[in-house]
């Protein structure tokens, strides 16, 4: 079942007033460099999963997700300000796994990388068990017809 693009729309648009609303609403030093990743919207529009990713050590990123629960309140205020909802979505923050999975993902290709490397020296390296090319073709089968 494809998405409601209503509720995409209406995402976008809390995911920009969010992200307004932290750099020039909220002065909480907690605060750190916050980048807000994406964010989804219920079909019914009644709740908003804000998904961000934190620079910094985990106690960093533990401090900011303080930060953002008590921020919550002014952040739902500039949401409802900004959009023509009959009610303002609750809203959550969620600490993405975006950095995590990216470093995982490069872990994967680095090895990938390797194993193809040593595949491709295995191959430069490698001989034919027997001929070369065990094939009869029609040339030898002609030489053999005149013997």
């Known amino acids: 079942m494809g998405e409601n693009p209503r509720a995409r729309k209406i995402a976008d648009r809390i995911r920009e007033i969010t992200v307004n609303a932290l750099e020039r609403e909220v002065k909480d030093p907690r ?4 980048t807000v ?3 989804r919207v219920t079909g ?6 804000v998904f961000y990713t934190v620079y910094g ?5 533990d ?3 303080k930060a953002l629960v008590s921020a919550k309140g002014v ?3 500039e949401i409802g300000k900004g959009l023509s909802l ?3 979505p609750s809203i959550e923050f969620i600490l993405d796994a975006l950095p995590e999975n990216a470093s995982t993902i490069e872990h994967l290709l680095d090895e990938a990388r390797v194993r193809d490397l040593e595949t491709q020296r295995a191959h430069e390296r490698a001989q034919y ?3 070369a090319d065990p094939y009869r073709k029609p040339r030898d089968l002609d030489e053999e017809q005149q013997d």
């Open 31 to 34: 605060l750190g460099f916050v």
């Open 37 to 39: 990743t994406d964010v």
């Open 44 to 49: 019914d529009l009644q709740h908003a999963s």
């Open 57 to 61: 050590s985990d106690e960093e990123r």
């Open 63 to 65: 401090e900011t997700a």
């Open 75 to 77: 952040v739902r205020r």
């Open 86 to 88: 009959r009610l303002t």
């Open 129 to 131: 068990a027997g001929d």
